[in-house]
């Protein structure tokens, strides 16, 4: 033992992992208003997603060194303290990879939605043209007006 005492891992790690389960459950918030196409909504998880980001990027500014001090103070650790970390180290990972599948899925969700909306958008043009092509055909009849000024 070096005589310092160790670094919070315990703390570091927790708060690590409560960003990550955050990010989770916003993530499949935003899934599920992508379905009920809710997107006021959605723009409000989407704020609340990124601040959960922000605080994370405060954690990789100092992860570098984090690992560093992890791998040399790993073995100092009591066994029911690095058993935490190693276990919240674990379900941080566990996490992370629901996350990404997670966000693939609702990014699959909003392209389907974007195909689809492409498709209406492109259905109304063409029945628009249709629209003026029978307006412009009819317009020698239906346009006719006396003009009682003559």
Sequence with gaps: MNG???????????????????LLEL?????RL????????LL?????KQKVLNQMEE????RTQIQSLWKSQRAELDDDTRRQCEGLLSDTEADIAE???QEKHSCS??????????????????GERVGEAYRDSLAPVTHRR?????
């Design 99 to 101: 996350l990404v599948r």
């Design 44 to 48: 409000v998880v989407l704020g609340k």
């Design 146 to 150: 006396l003009d009682v000024g003559q």
């Design 59 to 62: 954690f990789s500014k100092n």
């Design 27 to 31: 993530s499949r918030d935003q899934d």
């Design 4 to 22: 310092s005492p160790p670094f919070d891992f315990l703390r570091i790690f927790a708060a690590h992992r409560e960003c990550c389960r955050r």
């Design 34 to 41: 992508i379905v009920e196409d809710d997107y006021t909504q």
């Design 109 to 126: 969700q909003l392209e389907k939605r974007r195909v689809a909306t492409q498709r209406d958008i492109h259905n109304l043009d063409q």
